[in-house]
Each structure stands twice: as C-alpha cells, then as structure tokens.
C-alpha cells in the first residue's frame, strides 16, 4: 500500500511555528481514509452502508517538530485484528528522518452495537489481513 503525504499548513502551525500537537491525530485519521479508499472502500461506503469506526484508544510518541510546509510521509500498519477491533501503527518521517509514531484502535459499530467486521464487510477484513499478513 502506498504512504499517504500530509503537507503541513500554515494554519495547522502554534505560536512557535511548529505544527500544533492535536494535527497529528487528525493526520492519522486522512492515512486510514486515504488506505480505505485504495482498497476500494472508502468511509463514504461504510457510512452510507450503516456502520462507524470510532476510536478506542491513541497513543501519540512525538520525535522532532515539523513546520510549514514540510511534506510527513505516513506509513500505515496493521498490527492486530480481532473480531472487534482493529489496532493501527503510523510512522510518520519529514524527508526520511522520524518525526513521530503513533497507534490507534477502533471497534465497528452499526446503530450503536457492536459489528464483527469479518461477517459485516469480509472483502474489507480481508483485505486489512491481507496487508497486515504482508506487513509481518
């Protein structure tokens, strides 16, 4: 799967011109849609089809400040898959050097109960294996 690239912007910057810590979370969130829409099956799909992917838990390890207008590269990982949940890793590097890495975990939801994502969408669990498969 290709890297997502997030360029910074200006507004994204604090007072001392180092991009905002929250915009990290917020990166993260545009490299799960952007690997969903590679897949072919973008939030757009799953929304409209019923279902939610909130957030579960984060962790954030910032390593060195990134500024306007450098270009993060967001490499995104698989690292465990469950029924229930799914748990992701990012790398993010400005120009090959680490800038910071960080996990989420997210549970599916459909009108507020739980949904086993293999059952409800096989062709996207499988592709999520697929590539934590490839990933190991």
Do not use: W
């Not at 090959?96 to 086993?116: K, N, Y």
């Amino acid at each position: 799967m290709k890297n997502y690239v997030h360029k910074v912007n200006y507004y994204e910057c604090d007072r001392m011109g180092v991009t905002h810590h929250s915009n990290y979370i917020r990166f993260m969130e545009e490299t799960r849609i952007y690997a969903m829409e590679q897949m072919g099956y973008g939030f757009e799909r799953m929304e409209a089809e019923g279902v939610v992917s909130p957030v579960t838990a984060i962790s954030v390890n910032y390593k060195k400040p990134t500024t306007f207008p450098d270009e993060i590269e967001i490499e995104l990982k698989v690292l465990e898959m469950s029924n229930l949940k799914m748990r992701f890793g990012y790398r993010m590097t400005v120009r090959g050097a680490l800038v910071c890495t960080a996990e989420s975990t997210h549970c599916f939801l459909e009108g507020g109960r739980p949904v086993v994502l293999e059952k409800r969408f096989p062709e996207l669990y499988a592709k999520f294996k697929e590539i934590m498969d490839a990933q190991q």
